[in-house]
């Protein structure tokens, strides 16, 4: 059950009817959604079904097309640099500069957010702390594993204690081992921190696991929204999540490429 903070709190995220067109092909088609203070909500869906184009919009990276949405109480169209500020992302491709240390790209990213030197340097500190990689802070980035990269990601999305973190598929391609790590990290985050979470992942168990709630989007269109607990309950006592997720987009192999050619 979601607590009851959520229900007494402004909403950290509002989407109305937002709709995302490429070439007359609605790859977002008037979902609308809204994500309270303190939740870890989860977008899920097969490949190419609008997630990853979902975060882009609310991140401003992406123009919408119709509809509107907020971040953090500021409209993504209308106030592009405020909601800068108030947010964290994690891409699901690495977007580290492997040519710098550790500690090199978190000073660069707290730079370009114009934090003080001083401060700079104590959350640094505190963040390599609470990713485990106060010993590797010098080590050039190129010779970072796959999860230390990560969780260097998500330390520098909070260098500049963002209000709402973006996490597009944080763990993909990660040991098992690793992804609960780094999961143990953003559940922390999330509860100590104050800091809202939305999150794309294949990974059921995950979201299953952390997610306080959970929408699925198929075909741009968001077809179920409720916690994991009350979508399994819904087909049965020994379903699990994966079986909700089968239910409403199906078990057949989508062809991606035919939806990104009419992008």
């Known amino acids: 059950m979601i607590s009851a903070i959520f229900m007494t709190t402004m909403p950290a995220i509002t989407v109305n009817n937002l709709t995302k067109k490429f070439n007359n092909f609605a790859a977002v088609d008037g979902i609308s959604f809204a994500v309270e203070e303190r939740e870890c909500f989860g977008l899920l869906g097969p490949n190419g079904a ?3 184009t979902t975060i882009n919009i609310l991140a401003t990276l992406l123009p919408l097309t119709a509809g509107s949405a907020t971040v953090a109480g500021f409209d993504v169209c209308k106030q592009k640099n405020q909601v ?5 992302i994690v891409f699901q491709e690495p977007a580290l500069d492997s040519r710098l240390t550790g500690r090199e ?4 990213h707290a730079m370009m957010y114009g934090i003080d030197r001083l401060t700079r340097q104590k959350r640094i500190k505190a ?4 990713v485990e990689l106060s010993e590797k802070a010098d080590v ?3 010779n970072y594993s796959g999860g230390m990269k990560r969780r260097l990601e998500i330390a520098r999305g909070l260098i500049h204690r963002p209000r709402v973190l973006f996490l597009d598929e944080p763990t993909l391609g990660l040991d098992s081992q690793t992804r609960r790590l780094i999961w143990n990290y953003i559940k922390r985050l999330n509860k100590e ?8 992942t294949h990974y059921m168990e995950e979201a299953d696991d952390f997610c306080d709630r959970i929408a699925i989007i198929d075909h741009g269109k968001i077809v179920t929204m409720d916690t994991p607990a009350n979508l399994k309950a819904a087909l049965g006592p020994q379903a699990s999540l994966e079986d909700v997720f089968i239910k409403y987009t199906g078990n057949t192999i989508r062809n991606i490429e035919e939806r990104e050619k009419i992008w």
């Open 50 to 52: 609008g997630k990853t």
């Open 84 to 88: 800068r500020q108030s947010i964290g």
């Open 105 to 108: 790209n978190l000073e660069f």
């Open 127 to 130: 963040l390599l702390e609470l």
């Open 140 to 142: 050039l980035v190129r």
């Open 193 to 200: 921190s104050d800091v809202t979470i939305i999150l794309t």
